[in-house]
């Protein structure tokens, strides 16, 4: 508005102030970055291997942990769903993942969550909206959701049991907007 008003006003004084404000935001956006990038967990062992998972328990534990949790949410969530008609709106289940890693921890409770999904809305559509780090393990991620890679779970892979589940990767960190504003029914972060 104030680069309206100014090009209105044939005024360059309040343009320049824009100008430096957005200077002042994106350097501290740059430092926040900066910051943040320097406690960040760094993605370790060969492309696509997949070792992240098969060499942590710890997050598997957290996981199935939060699992009776997410459901509850969940189950809130279709209920929401129900009252404002999104199945007859044709609206697609959005499930995010934010610090998805290389994908083979959450996967027992992406399952899970997807099969309640189903069960109450057999005919929607789910995307999987998987977030991490620009730096992460994509193809390991890409390959368990695909049966490619299998972790100790064993679980078949959520893209191949059901055919209207598609998956959608955002390599933007969490701290900034992964997903377009209120596009997200459900969303955790392990």
């Known amino acids: 508005q104030d680069i309206m008003k100014a090009v209105r006003n044939g005024t360059r004084k309040v343009l320049a102030s824009t100008q430096a404000r957005t200077f002042s935001t994106a350097a501290k956006t740059a430092t926040a970055s900066n910051e943040e990038q320097a406690g960040k967990h760094v993605p370790f062992g060969e492309l696509g ?49 934010y610090g998805c890693a290389d994908g083979g921890t959450s996967l027992p409770l992406l399952d899970a969550l997807v099969a309640m999904v189903k069960e109450a809305e057999p005919d929607t559509p789910v995307e999987l909206l998987l977030e991490d780090q620009p730096g992460n393990d994509w193809t390991s991620v890409f390959r368990r959701l695909q049966g490619d890679l299998q972790t100790d779970t064993d679980a078949e892979s959520i ?32």
């Open 49 to 97: 291997s997949g070792y992240y998972s098969d060499a942590t328990k710890g997050c598997f534990n957290v996981c199935a942990k939060a699992q009776p949790m997410m459901l509850e949410a969940c189950q809130s969530v279709l209920e929401s769903r129900r009252k404002r008609n999104a199945v007859g709106n044709r609206e697609p289940f959005r499930l995010a993942d």
């Open 159 to 190: 893209l191949e049991k059901y055919t209207d589940v598609t998956m959608v990767a955002s390599g933007a960190s969490f701290y900034r907007n992964c997903f377009p504003r209120e596009s997200v029914d459900l969303m955790y972060s392990s």
